[in-house]
């Protein structure tokens, strides 16, 4: 069975430039959550979706960054403009219908630089 | 709020020695999952355990050990004979029962050397 599947693995931006990552989720989950993990904070949840509802966005860090969820098999992480201060690992994780389990299942990542 | 604490920024071992990882959790639900995540050097994170505030029973996988004491507020990790490929950062985190958001720790790094 296919994982959690992030776009890109890596992306090198300059400093201004949008940046957008995608995700599709594994089939049949309907939790989806954005997480930034660096060096600094941490693995840090950014927002996360049910049933292609965003429910808690309070980690976004600021207007520069937007998220999407048009369908169950697709997200996007929108950073414009990006910053250095952006440069990060992004990870897209799903879980299991009705949130009863807890495990979060993440893809591989996608690693921002931003110069 | 959530908060969970992992005091050991990173901890080097030889092969063959035990180790633990130490994480203390707040929250102020009585109800609550707890997790342990692996992030081997490849980046990905790999779901190693999850318990619930229910149950206080350790549990043994393995070369793998958990303690969770309630009245401590802690949830520690212990690997038994450690190898190179436990050589990793490791995670603990928890969420309430429902919804699935999870907090996550600073996370421990492990070296073991051979």
């Known amino acids: 069975d296919a994982g959690v599947i992030q776009s890109p693995r890596h992306e090198v931006t300059e400093m201004g430039q949008e940046v957008t990552l995608r995700c599709k989720p594994i089939?049949?989950?309907?939790?989806l959550f954005w997480y930034r993990q660096t060096m600094m904070r941490g693995l840090e949840l950014l927002i996360y979706?049910?049933?292609?509802?965003?429910?808690?966005d309070s980690g976004m860090p600021e207007d520069r960054f937007s998220a999407k969820m048009p369908n169950a098999s697709f997200s996007t992480l929108k950073i414009q403009p990006s910053e250095p201060r952006d440069s990060a690992v992004y990870f897209c994780?799903?879980?299991?219908?009705?949130?009863?389990?807890?495990?979060?299942?993440f893809g591989e990542g996608s690693r921002l630089t931003v110069l | 709020a959530q908060k969970v604490t992992q005091a050991q920024t990173e901890i080097s071992v030889v092969e063959k020695e035990d180790v633990t990882l130490d994480c203390v959790y707040e929250t102020r639900d009585t109800t609550y999952y707890l997790f342990w995540y692996k992030q081997p050097p490849s980046g990905e994170l790999v779901f190693l355990i999850r318990r619930n505030s229910f149950d206080e029973q350790n549990e043994i996988s393995g070369r793998y050990s958990w303690n969770f004491q309630k009245s401590t507020s802690s949830f520690n990790f212990t690997i038994t004979a450690s190898q190179v490929v436990d050589s990793a950062v490791y995670f603990c985190a928890l969420s309430k029962l429902y919804g699935n958001k999870l907090v996550f720790g600073a996370g421990t790094i492990l070296r073991v050397k051979s």
């Open positions: 089939s049949g989950h309907d939790y």
């Open positions: 979706f049910n049933n292609n509802v965003p429910i808690d």
């Open positions: 994780a799903s879980s299991f219908p009705g949130g009863g389990t807890g495990e979060l299942f």
